[in-house]
């Protein structure tokens, strides 16, 4: 039925799939997006927001790179907030909440206005695997497609088993069957796979709800948005609200331990440590009297709200006598229960940093697939699934992104390097240069690297050139501006600092405590000469000279750890030889294969005394 070879087939409609699958097209690979289920293709399986601590930077990064995800997460954004804006700007973070069928609509729309991208709508069951290379798939309909590569972003469909209480349902999502047949085949040609478990809260009908007894969360004043692109910032924003949860709450839930799947030994396998359910909750931390939770509404036109943070597997009518109690929720009518589901993943000590397998060539993985969890580590991944997969089949360099770099590369250095037990997720503390890799600075970071492969078009590289133009240019002039005392004092006293009684340079001020740029705008000509910028090179600017001290020893340090990155060992090196080193030492680096001293160094169980004794062969 389809006799074409793709370049490349991607397997999974999914945050990772659809990243992965417009990334190969717009590089010009012929590309086939294999989904089960078209109408679903981009869904928000959890909740409706993209971004928050951390992954608001990966969205940007994703952006800077040229996907699709911050475009659609601003087309389809209700709200829009910059987190941990009291801490520096290392930690501020870009979060959206979104128009849950808004966003499925517009990822579909994207990837059909995409060249190169064909659809199929079908399960695939295996793959066509010869001489340890793949070389296509075969669907449930046993249509047999070939490919030069193949990106599988399962997801949670992996032999998915989802609970409810003691009711157990196959399936990826709830209402949507299970994919069965690929862990099988590649358990038995020598891969190491796993169980995890995620989870998802009840949905409710808005309408039954007492808003008055719930704190009202606003978007920001002024919001910003995700894309460097020409995307437009929202004018008017949906709110969510907080509430909390009681003892009486807590007494209703023990009550549905013993039918538990979590606590009755059904669910064998690990969940999300920072996103637990409800009753792990209450039961990890029996001395909190209440539990945060965040009322999120779906979408601009839907009545239905997500209820994060009461995640739960709980016998359904435990869930719904439970959050009868909840202030506001004394009404509420309830569309759809929360439910733990139990997937399939693979081990991504399994890849190597291009997300390639090491055991079958062309053959990528993204996504849950590799044990994490968020749309944001998944469509992260995808991208870069994406690009080298296109490299590969077109005989170009890996791409790849350093830990200095991205967070996308934190992210991958991590699972490769050191695999994970439990749903990963990325925070900013998981990023050693996270001063580095802020959210503001993505684009000046990644667009050229991505315009060189031929993915982030020449408009966006113009715009990267001219941000950093625009922005020297202020730093320029507010270094080379000399403000008096006369004229900075009542400034400085407005914000409790200490006067000066000479001449200050206008950069060293704004390097003062709770000095802004804004703050230095209201002296008449200085805002003269700096009001036609815009608000994202004012805030480049001041943060280039506020940290200057800071970023100059992060990249001090970079180039140190860098030097060991230069260190190359052969992918075939046999570390049973070298009798100095460690048995644990031995067996770790035999198994993550890493590619440089640097990598070897983050291995766990790789000592200091073990590098040293790598150092001193490779130098022989």
């Known amino acids: ?278 009753e792990d909750k209450v039961n990890r931390f029996a001395e909190r009297n209440r539990h945060q939770l965040f009322v999120e509404p779906e979408g601009w036109k839907t009545v239905e709200i997500y209820v994060n943070g009461f995640s739960s597997s709980l016998p359904e009518d435990i869930q719904m006598k439970a959050m009868k109690h909840i202030p506001g929720f004394e009404n509420a009518k309830v569309f759809r229960p929360g439910y733990a589901i139990e997937y399939d993943y693979f081990p991504p000590t399994q890849l190597y940093h291009t997300l390639e397998t090491k055991l079958i060539q062309n053959l990528y993985f993204a996504g849950q697939i590799n044990g994490t969890t968020g749309y944001e580590e998944a469509a992260g991944q995808g991208i870069m699934a994406g690009i080298n997969a296109h490299n590969k089949v077109h005989d170009k360099e890996d791409f790849l992104l350093k830990r200095d770099e991205a967070y996308i590369g934190v992210l991958i250095d991590d699972l490769i390097t050191k695999g994970t037990e439990e749903p990963y997720r990325m925070f900013t503390s998981r990023a050693e240069y996270r001063l580095l890799l802020r959210q503001d600075n993505a684009d000046i970071r990644l667009t050229e690297k991505s315009h060189k492969i031929g993915l982030a078009n020449e408009e966006r590289l113009n715009n990267v050139h001219i941000k950093i133009r625009k922005s020297t240019e202020l730093q320029d002039y507010l270094k080379e501006t000399s403000l008096k005392p006369g004229t900075i004092n009542p400034i400085l006293e407005s914000i409790d600092s200490a006067p000066v009684d000479q001449a200050y340079r206008a950069a060293q001020i704004l390097t003062r405590p709770n000095m802004t740029i804004y703050k230095l705008e209201e002296i008449n000509f200085i805002h003269e000469k700096i009001h036609l910028y815009d608000d994202e090179i004012k805030e480049q600017a001041e943060i280039n000279i506020k940290y200057k001290g800071y970023i100059e020893k992060e990249k001090e340090n970079v180039a140190k750890l860098n030097r060991l990155e230069t260190i190359k060992i052969p992918l075939d090196f046999d570390y049973s030889k070298i009798g100095s080193l460690s048995s644990e030492a031995k067996q770790k680096l035999a198994k993550v294969k890493p590619v440089s001293i640097a990598q070897a160094g983050r291995i766990s169980g790789v000592s200091p005394a073990d590098i040293n004794v790598l150092l001193i062969f490779l130098g022989r």
Request: glycine fraction near 10%; charge should be neutral; aromatic fraction near 6%.
């Open 1 to 278: 039925m389809i006799t074409e070879i793709y370049d490349v087939i991607v397997v999974g409609g999914g945050h990772a799939g659809c990243e992965a699958a417009a990334a190969a097209a717009n590089m010009g690979s012929k590309t086939l997006l294999i989904t089960m289920n078209m109408q679903t293709i981009g869904q928000m399986s959890c909740n409706p927001a993209m971004g928050g601590i951390a992954k608001g930077q990966i969205v940007r990064e994703i952006d800077a790179l040229g996907g699709y995800s911050g475009i659609i997460a601003d087309k389809s954004a209700i709200q829009f907030k910059m987190l941990n804006l009291s801490k520096g700007p290392a930690m501020w973070s870009p979060r959206t909440q979104n128009d849950r069928m808004l966003f499925a609509q517009e990822w579909r729309l994207a990837l059909e206005n995409t060249p190169n991208l064909d659809f199929y709508q079908d399960m695939v069951k295996s793959l066509i695997i010869e001489n340890q290379k793949v070389t296509g798939v075969i669907t449930s309909l046993e249509i047999k497609i070939k490919a030069k590569a193949v990106v599988l972003t399962n997801g949670t469909f992996l032999n998915g088993l989802i609970h409810v209480g003691a009711k157990q349902l196959g399936g990826g999502r709830m209402g949507e069957p299970k994919s069965l047949g690929i862990t099988e085949q590649l358990v038995s040609v020598g891969f190491e796979a796993g169980r995890m478990k995620t989870g998802t809260p009840p949905r409710v009908d808005g309408r039954s709800l007492d808003y008055s007894k719930m704190e009202e969360q606003k978007g920001d004043e002024n919001p910003q948005k995700f894309s460097y692109s020409n995307t437009e910032k929202l004018t008017h924003q949906l709110s969510c609200h907080i509430v909390y949860t009681n003892e009486i709450v807590h007494d209703i839930l023990r009550e549905g331990f013993s039918q538990s799947p979590m606590f009755n030994g059904t669910i064998q396998s690990t969940g999300p440590r920072y996103c637990p359910s409800i």
